[in-house]
């Protein structure tokens, strides 16, 4: 008799999911004109630490929190949008944002996420996803729940988005038009 592959749900019961188990709704807690929490966080594409207060000054930044639950189970939601933000990478580059995209995926499991899914973007993991919790977005079923900010050039949020079931993350359009007002 043939089993069913359980290889890909490798990883998915852990310690971060039974954190994230309990729903706990996005808040509305971070105003917009606000100083964005700060970050300090580990890149995996580019093998480096990234400072969200390093960019202050320098140019503005896409914060995309992302819903992955390991290198081989993504979100339903999420995964066109990982795919999509990918795709458009070059846009946000060209108009002088940093697109910084936060999964809560352990270090292996990032490294596999960045070259499975041919990653130009910095991929930064976040497996305690204590900054998942510093933006308040929220989390169920055992991953924290998808997100993005729009932060200007002197740190302030301009624009966010919350998951919902009627809207899973940001449009793309809708990100790269948020970067017009800075």
């Not at 301009?158 to 790269?176: C, P, Q, R, T, V």
């Amino acid at each position: 008799m043939a089993y069913p592959n359980t290889n890909k749900f490798k990883g998915l019961i852990n310690r971060r999911f039974f954190q994230n188990l309990l729903p706990i709704p996005a808040e509305n807690e971070l105003e917009l004109g606000s100083i964005a929490p700060e970050i300090q966080i580990y890149d995996i594409r580019n093998d480096k630490q990234v400072k969200l207060s390093d960019y202050r000054g320098v140019k503005p930044v896409i914060l995309d929190f992302t819903r992955i639950f390991t290198e081989q189970q993504y979100c339903p939601f999420c995964y066109p949008h990982i795919k999509q933000i990918n795709e458009r990478y070059d846009e946000f580059v060209d108009r002088g944002i940093e697109l910084l995209m936060i999964s809560s995926t352990d270090a292996q499991q990032s490294k596999t996420v960045v070259r499975d899914l041919g990653l130009k973007m910095p991929f930064l993991s976040d497996p305690s996803c204590a900054r998942f919790r510093r933006y308040h977005v929220g989390q169920a079923l055992g991953a924290p729940l998808p997100a993005q900010f729009a932060i200007d050039i002197d740190g302030r949020i301009i624009f966010k988005h919350l998951f919902s079931f009627l809207h899973h993350n940001a449009e793309i359009d809708k990100l790269l038009a948020s970067t017009n007002k800075i």
